[in-house]
């Protein structure tokens, strides 16, 4: 891909006082999900009761920033034309270390992605903003924690 992510004109996210913890993280480059203070669970998307035990306890957390795909989609006609300028580019479903699963812009890697692949948070400015995306960690640079 040898489009300027940044200069894409696409539509930002809408940020509440719910996902604003969120966003601020994204923004420094560090991903935050909620975590359950009944159950221990990890949870996203953000949201004000745990799916889990439904508890209203939760606390945001730095995630770990690792993954795994779960399912992806090479686009080629994008819902929004502010991205036609990157396309094709890749969407995929990451299954986070922590549990929860997050959409997310995958960046190329060596190859063509693959389901089960493993992936880094790879913080990346897109469209005037910094969001969580992931990259393959063939092309990362840290290791993997144990």
Known sequence: ?????NALKTPGPTITSLTRPFWDAAAEGRLKIQQCK???KAVFYPRPM???CWSKRLVWKEASGWGQ???FSEVHKPGHPGWLPAAPYVVGLVE???GPTMLSFILPGMRSPRVGDALLL???AIGGRV???FKPVETATEEKPK
């Open 122 to 124: 790879a913080p990346t």
């Open 131 to 133: 969001l969580p995306a």
């Open 96 to 98: 986070l270390a922590e």
């Open 1 to 5: 891909m040898s489009v300027d992510l």
């Open 69 to 71: 795909l779960k399912s």
């Open 38 to 40: 009944d159950c221990g």
């Open 50 to 52: 745990c799916p889990h």
